[in-house]
């Protein structure tokens, strides 16, 4: 499907239709998944340096466990309740330390600092290919030179676009390998996982997960993958 002829972006269907909704779908989710494969990527002595954005912080979880090893983290969503919800459990940090904005990532803007990691977290299967380029903008405008960008999203053998089955009028983008490496083409990618979506909160009680899970379907509708990508000086 292309975005020929289609005059609302899809961020901005997302963040007048959907954004509330989803957060509420969501916020039971106290998800931890891509703190914990932070925490195993980089040593301790490396993080406690790192200044920590998360594109898409939805229950904020991710942010607050990483904020116990980090120098600070900063949270961007387009809904203003998983903003208002962060900013909550994260008061007791003080302002140096946590910071939380509510706003349209693919919209231009500015961060108060610029970032040594920057999270995508899963929200750009509801980005079209325009917006993510945006979204791009906006992370090399924020991010340290040599910084790193970890992407966790779906992953499908052939790139597929099809309509939100919460809301028809929202398409959801889900990409390949190829796509990602070349929409970072400034980028290295230095770590990759995949994973089985529905396995999700199992993966939570492991001790140690798979480079690339074993038990893995061959329906790529359920995969996800993680990418941590090193920009290139
Ligand atoms: C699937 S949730 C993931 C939350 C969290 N990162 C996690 O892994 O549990 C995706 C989040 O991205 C946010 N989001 C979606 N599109 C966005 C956009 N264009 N700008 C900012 N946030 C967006 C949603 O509001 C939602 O909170």
Redesign the pocket.
Known sequence: MSLMGISELN?KI?EREE?TN??IR?QG?K?R??AEQILALFPKKVLERFAVA??????GT?LMLLSNYVRCVHG????EE?VANFQKMSDCLGHDRAFARC????EDFCSPIRYDLVLY???AY??SEIELQMVKKNLLNNLNAGGYVFV?DFLVRENRVKPDRHNQKLSVYKRNLRFWIDHFCEFDLIDFRLFQCERYFEYQKCDNLQTIDVELTDNDDLWIFNGLFRHRI
């Open positions: 961020s997302f954004a989803y957060y969501n989710h998800n998944f891509i998360e594109f898409g912080i939805g229950t991710n961007y969503d387009i809904a998983a706003i349209n990532v693919c977290g899963w929200f509801y980005v966790h």
